[in-house]
Nanobody, 122 residues
């Protein structure tokens, strides 16, 4: 599975962005998908994950109620809708695919996209 993330950019605090992650390969629908982020000097951290069917989603406490993860298996794409953005959301955002199911553990993800920069100004 190859992943290509897009949709990042510069936005003011309180604004919104939608990230997309396009996957290649016919097995996309069998993978759980996740979004992670990494700020300079910090470890990569979990943001959100969605099961292969889209029926189960989990979020980091820091984004719960503001971010929504979804997927369209017909388009081989997973999305991250980010609302009410805060300066502390500034990071490089990565999408990833996990074969075993929706998980917050980054080590369970086998495939990673290249990352897209999100910058939130105050």
């Amino acid at each position: 599975v190859q992943l290509q993330a897009s949709g990042g950019g510069l936005v003011q605090a309180g604004g919104s962005l939608r990230l997309s992650c396009a996957a290649s390969g016919r097995t996309f629908s069998t993978y759980a998908m996740g979004w992670f982020r990494q700020a300079p000097g910090k470890e990569r951290e979990f943001v959100a994950t969605v099961s292969w069917s889209g029926g189960n989603t989990y979020y980091a406490d820091s984004v719960k109620g503001r971010f929504t993860i979804s997927r369209d298996n017909a388009k081989n794409t997973v999305y991250l809708q980010m609302n009410s953005l805060k300066p502390e959301d500034t990071s490089v955002y990565y999408c990833a695919a996990a074969p075993q199911g929706a998980t917050m553990d980054r080590y369970e993800y086998d495939y990673w996209g290249q990352g897209t920069q999100v910058t939130v100004s105050s």
